[in-house]
Every structure is written in C-alpha cells, then in structure tokens.
C-alpha cells in the first residue's frame, strides 16, 4: 500500500546540468513515522525535500502526496498546505517584522479564523520555546532563535507532513535535541509525519526509520539499529559509525566487554555502569 509518501522511480535533473541529482529513488513514507533521510553533501537530500513541497517536479518517475500525483497542477494547492518545508537558512523563510506575526502568516493564508489563529500561534512557540520572543522582531534574534520562529510557522500550519531539511544545522546540541523531541512529540500526539534531513548520523539514531541516500540514489532503508549497528554494512554505504558505537569498538579492542549494539551515549554509559 502506498505511504503518505511515495515516490517511484524518481529521476531529477536541474535544467543545464548533465547529471541527474535524484537517479531511480523509490521509497515510502508511512503516515505517523518520523524518518530520517541520511546523507552526504551534495547526495540529493534537498531536490528529494523540494519535491515533496512541489517546488520542483519530477523530471522522470513520479512522486505523489496523500495518494496525489506532484506532477497534476490542480494537486499543487492542497500537497503545499498538507507539507510543512523549513530550511536550513532562516532568513530567507521569515517574511514579517514581528515574531508572532510572522508565525500566524501561515495560517492567515490559510484562512484559518482569527481565534485559532492565536491558539496555533501560542502553541507553536511554546513548543520551540520562543513564547517569551512574541513581540519582538526577527532580525534581532540569534540564528538559532530565528530558526525556530521558522519551524513555529510550519507547525502553526499543522501540516499532515514536516520537512525539515537540515533545519537544525545553526542550532547548538541542546537546541537541536529539543526541536527533534519537539517534532517527536507531534509525531506521538499528533500523529504528524516528520521527514528529518540530516548529513550527520547522531540525528539519525532517534528516527524510527533511516533512509540513507548517496549520489542521488536510496540505497539502505532500515531502523537505526539495522543501519548503525553493522560496521560492514556502513563501511560500503561509506558512513562512519556513530561516535559512540565508536567509542564502544575501541573499548572492546582494550579487553572491556561492552556489549554489541550500543548506538547512543546514553546506552554506551548504561552499558559501562552494567559492567
Ligand atoms: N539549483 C541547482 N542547479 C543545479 N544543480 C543543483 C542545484 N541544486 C542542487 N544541485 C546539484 O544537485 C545535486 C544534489 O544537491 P542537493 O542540494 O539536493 O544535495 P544535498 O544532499 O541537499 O546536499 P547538502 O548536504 O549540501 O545540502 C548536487 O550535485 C548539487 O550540486
Ligand atoms: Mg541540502
């Protein structure tokens, strides 16, 4: 059965280049997961993004949104109001002169009624703590605040689907640890989908599927363990293992027996306290 996403034979080239950037990528994305797509700079991740947003099309294969094709313009309305885009740089996605209202942008497009309007705007910067930056104006705030204010707008869309493409990329650890528990949280209680790019695999590990693309192709499609936990497997998808199942392998090679499949440093600490 077909996924809230689902893309088959996807082929994109941008006009005037010779290589295609998205090569024979067919995948699904189940309603209610939070999948992360792993990769490489350069590898496709952002054309694969921009896709489910409709800002691109298709050049071969086809992708389709909530069983609509991408590719039928008289899809494109409902696809863009069902996905919610934030990308790495804030700048270019914050458009009004004062937080909250940037944040209501979406929904007043939308025409949502005022009242919701201010429920959905009060609840999307508390969830990405930026209540307390209201009233203030966006070109004040650090990158990371701005970035927040950008992922505030695309949760006050309440979009069936958020993409968020290296989103985090200007935020500190604990930031980005408490926009992905953020988006968990929508994952649980709203049964939103949450599509995280990421090139770096410690994001990785807190999907419930991993999507690994490399040179425009999907090529390794498993739960973090089956992804991380296999150094061979990882050596000829060309990606290093976590730095904790790292840190575990050299702590093995010393003659101290912490167990196989340690991902995290929650679970490297766990398995040395065991010992
Ligand atoms: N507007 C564009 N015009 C031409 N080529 C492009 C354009 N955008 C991206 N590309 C090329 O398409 C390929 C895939 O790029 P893409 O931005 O999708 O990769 P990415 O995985 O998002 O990389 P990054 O980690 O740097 O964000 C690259 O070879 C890139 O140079
Ligand atoms: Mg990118």
């Not at 914050?94 to 005022?114: C, H, K, M, R, S």
């Not at 730095?243 to 003659?255: C, P």
Request: aromatic content about 4%; proline content about 5%.
């Amino acid at each position: 059965m077909d996924g809230l996403v689902q893309a088959r034979d996807l082929e994109y080239a941008y006009s005037g280049t010779g290589e295609a950037a998205l090569r024979g990528v067919t995948l699904t994305v189940r309603e209610g997961a939070f999948v992360a797509i792993l990769g490489r700079n350069g590898s496709g991740k952002s054309t694969f993004a921009k896709q489910l947003n409709v800002l691109i099309t298709p050049t071969g294969g086809s992708v389709s949104v909530m069983g609509m094709d991408t590719r039928e313009t008289e899809h494109t309305m409902a696809i863009r109001q069902a996905v919610g885009l934030v990308f790495q740089n804030p700048d270019n996605q914050i458009v009004a002169t004062v937080v909250e209202e940037d944040v209501a942008f979406g929904p007043e497009n939308l025409g949502v009624p005022p009242p919701e309007i201010r429920e959905r705007v009060d609840a999307a910067l508390r969830a990405t703590r930026m209540s307390d930056y209201a009233r203030k104006a966006p070109h004040m705030l650090s990158g990371g605040q701005k970035q927040r204010v950008a992922i505030a707008g695309a949760l006050a869309m309440r979009p069936r689907l958020l993409v968020l493409d290296e989103a985090t990329a200007m935020l500190d650890p604990d930031g980005r640890r408490e926009v992905m528990d953020t988006a968990r949280g929508l994952v649980k209680s709203h049964g939103m989908t949450v599509v995280w790019i990421t090139h770096t695999m410690e994001e990785a590990i807190a999907a419930d599927e991993v999507i690994v693309i490399s040179d425009g192709e999907a090529i390794a499609r498993g739960t973090p363990r089956e992804i991380f936990s296999d150094p061979h497997r990882l050596a000829t998808l060309g990606l290093a293992a976590p730095a904790a199942a790292r840190t575990a392998a050299l702590l093995r090679e010393r003659g101290v027996a912490v167990p196989p499949g340690v991902l995290t440093v929650e679970e490297l600490a766990d398995a040395l306290c065991a010992l």
